[in-house]
């Protein structure tokens, strides 16, 4: 997936909490979705547009779903940003 479809991705503010939530390690949907006022559809609709940017993954285990992030996104994202921070020091 490209750029704008991470970045329209990690818009949302919901979504970004979610992230938030993973970054201290693998979680099931049920204790995601524990976190938020919102509909189970609502969260899995969440969770499949941060898996259709690439930003989690999912594993199945029994009948639990986990989600974790993937931040080899998140490091192509850094290094866009620190591409244009040189570019602009380059016209300077």
């Known amino acids: 997936m490209g750029l704008s479809e991470t970045l329209k991705a990690i818009a949302d503010p ?15 949907a049920g204790e995601i979705a524990s976190h938020f006022n919102l509909t189970n559809a609502t969260v899995s609709y969440h969770l499949a547009q941060l898996k259709k940017a690439d930003l989690i993954t999912e594993t199945r285990h029994k009948n639990f779903i986990y989600y974790e992030l993937n931040v080899s996104v998140f490091e ?17």
Do not use: H
């Open 14 to 28: 919901a979504r970004r909490a979610i992230l938030e939530m993973l970054k201290d390690g693998r979680k099931s």
């Open 76 to 92: 192509d994202i850094l290094v866009w940003v620190y591409q244009l921070k040189e570019n602009n020091n380059e016209k300077e």
